[in-house]
């Protein structure tokens, strides 16, 4: 099998054989660092002046050199890697950076526990590789965007006397493979050593089983959308024109048939535009069947949606920095339990799943994920302890004929239809570096751009990266005087926005002191007035679901505090963006309605009733 895989036309071609592994390892050793560009810390360029210099573009004599549809994960990472190319780059994304897929991950950055015990058992050199790959992406991400992304320990509790020796080896080798850009070794905790580390564990669960020990490992843990906007802001900062709340509904073809742009739909305005592209590539996740389908209504489908459930739960219920992996459920499936943002977040993967922009968990796989910790904790695990539940769609590339998504390989592909549209999808946010590579390297071989330079993402620090060091905090919270109360900034709300915006954190709580926005949006997180000015200018948001799900991660993690939070937010909006009282009543409401979605639609209904009885 390929080390990555590209098909054009229906066939498989290899971009890289039997030395692939060489060639991965190759290619990062020689993108240790280099110098940092000086548009890395220029301000993006407004909403209005992209689609400036979107319109310019509106004839086949003025094409960009490459368009990009969809603004997740994949897309994000092709507008970086195309624009630092030095090609002339746009981005189209019809809701908003990660408003999909991208937004709704385990926040994970890892190598695949699950895929190397396949590659094993298979004797699967196509899982191997993926594991392969995937453990030296990890290094690059963490390199790469270090405010955003950190080492998390993870432990496997062992309940069994064969699991202890039988999870050390598979995490050994885990460890050998990622080689000098592995974290740490992964070691064996005696059973009060890991009751220690982790005090909520259980000792003796319901079945009779007592702890035996546990096995820790470390993998890497990120903020998902927040990367995603990172990677938006860094390509409009590198010469590329982006633009979220655009939509794709048609794609151009020349005389023979060929992709050569799309007729995109500003969704804020209703205006239409014309955009033409030497390449177009799909980047559509889950949807890149429907944008195939715009050129060939009878494309074969080559998506099977994964979804993935996950709930946030108090932060009482796992440690401050261990996580915990329950490697296989009543069912096979895998949970994780997860510290993140001071909450706990607990998820599995791999449910079959319709295709749908707004997913929403059943109250059945709540309650399964919730069943499936409460066998390992000491803590009373309930229903009512669920701050917020989300559902994501994950595209898997495979044959459309398989059924079993858990058994379908994680890898990417890059395809190339007959009427010239790139479509890359698969792979996992880990690798989304190295499909943007591939697929850019796709569009430039059969555009023939030959001006293009050299991929340089593996070396690039992303925007607030440059001047981040562990305690940037400290300065934060010593330059910031708070304008409505005497004293230095909060050091919980200092730590935070560092995490949020790395180097630009000052510019969040410069617009604090000079508008007097340095109220927190809620009681009980860190979140200020002032990000919401900051994100509407500097960041693209454009409505309230942008901020509380996206640049800030509320929605994801507790519902009723979003729910309080959201006026005073449409508020800030409001006066940043001169929206009317009618119109500003309208995205409150459709913010409300989103929010809806962040529980099963049973819990939603009875909760309703319950609060009916109680007037």
């Not at 794609?251 to 390449?279: C, F, I, M, P």
Request: hydrophobic share 40%; net charge neutral; glycine share 8%.
């Amino acid at each position: 099998m390929a080390a990555r895989r590209v098909l054009q036309g229906g066939a498989l071609v290899a971009l890289a054989g039997a030395g692939g592994f060489a060639a991965i390892t190759h290619s990062l050793s020689d993108h240790d660092g280099g110098p940092t560009p000086g548009w890395i810390h220029g301000r993006v360029p407004s909403r209005a002046e992209q689609l400036r210099r979107l319109s310019s573009h509106a004839s086949p004599a003025t094409p960009y050199d490459v368009l990009i549809i969809g603004g997740g994960a994949t897309g994000t990472g092709c507008a970086v890697d195309a624009a630092t190319r030095g090609l002339n780059t746009a981005l189209i994304e019809r809701e908003d950076w990660a408003a999909g897929t991208s937004s709704r991950s385990t926040k994970l950055v890892h190598g695949g526990v699950r895929y190397l015990e396949k590659a094993f058992k298979n004797l699967d050199y196509g899982q191997f590789k993926l594991v392969f790959e995937a453990l030296h992406e990890r290094n690059v991400l963490l390199r790469n965007v270090p405010y955003l992304s950190n080492s998390l320990p993870i432990m496997t509790p062992c309940y069994k006397w064969w699991e202890a020796p039988y999870f050390w080896v598979g995490l050994r080798m885990y460890d050998i493979i990622a080689g000098s850009q592995g974290l740490e070794w992964c070691r064996y905790l005696t059973p009060a050593q890991a009751l220690s580390r982790f005090p909520t564990l259980c000792s003796h669960r319901a079945d009779g089983k007592s702890l035996k020990g546990a096995i820790v490992y470390h993998d890497g843990q990120f903020n998902d959308s927040r990367l995603a906007v990172a990677l938006a802001c860094t390509s409009a900062l590198a010469g590329a024109t982006v633009l979220n709340h655009t939509e794709v509904v048609k794609l151009l073809k020349d005389s023979e048939g060929r992709v050569v742009g799309a007729t995109v739909r500003d969704n804020l305005s209703g205006k239409q535009h014309n955009v033409y592209a030497r390449a177009v590539i799909n980047a559509a996740g889950p949807f890149s069947d429907d944008v195939r389908q715009l050129s060939e209504p009878n494309a074969q489908k080559m998506i099977m949606p994964s979804s993935g459930v996950h709930v946030t739960l108090p932060d009482y219920y796992s440690p401050e920095n261990v996580g915990m992996i329950v490697p296989k459920t009543k069912d096979g499936r895998v949970v994780f339990m997860l510290p993140w943002l001071d909450q706990t977040i607990a998820g599995t993967t791999d449910s079959s799943s319709d295709i749908t922009m707004t997913p929403q968990p059943t109250e059945e796989e709540i309650r399964f994920i919730l069943d499936a910790i409460a066998d390992y904790l000491t803590v009373k695990v309930r229903r009512s302890d669920v701050q917020s539940a989300w559902s994501g769609i994950r595209p898997l590339a495979l044959d459309p004929n398989a059924e079993d998504t858990a058994s379908a390989s994680r890898d990417h592909v890059v395809t190339e239809d007959l009427d010239g549209l790139i479509t890359v999808t698969g792979g996992k946010w880990t690798t989304y570096r190295l499909m943007a590579q591939d697929a850019v390297d796709h569009a430039v071989k059969v555009a023939g751009l030959h001006h293009a330079q050299p991929c340089s993402t593996a070396a690039l620090k992303l925007i607030g990266s440059e001047g981040f060091y562990p305690a940037l905090f400290t300065e934060i919270a010593q330059n910031y005087v708070v304008p409505h109360r005497p004293g230095a900034i909060d050091t919980h709300v200092a730590k935070y926005l560092v995490a949020s915006y790395g180097d630009r954190a000052g510019e969040i709580t410069r617009i604090a002191e000079q508008r007097k926005l340095g109220r927190r949006i809620v009681r009980g997180y860190p979140i200020l007035e002032a990000e919401v000015v900051y994100a509407v200018h500097q960041e693209y948001c454009e409505t309230p679901e942008d901020f509380i799900a996206r640049r800030t991660r509320l929605a994801f993690l507790d519902k009723r505090a979003c729910e309080q939070a959201l006026p005073k937010v449409v508020e800030l909006m409001a006066a940043e963006k001169g929206w009317s009282r009618r119109h500003a009543h309208r995205e409150l409401q459709r913010a409300l309605a989103f929010l809806q979605t962040f529980d099963s639609p049973t819990h939603e209904v009875e909760a309703a009733a319950a609060a009916a009885k109680t007037r």
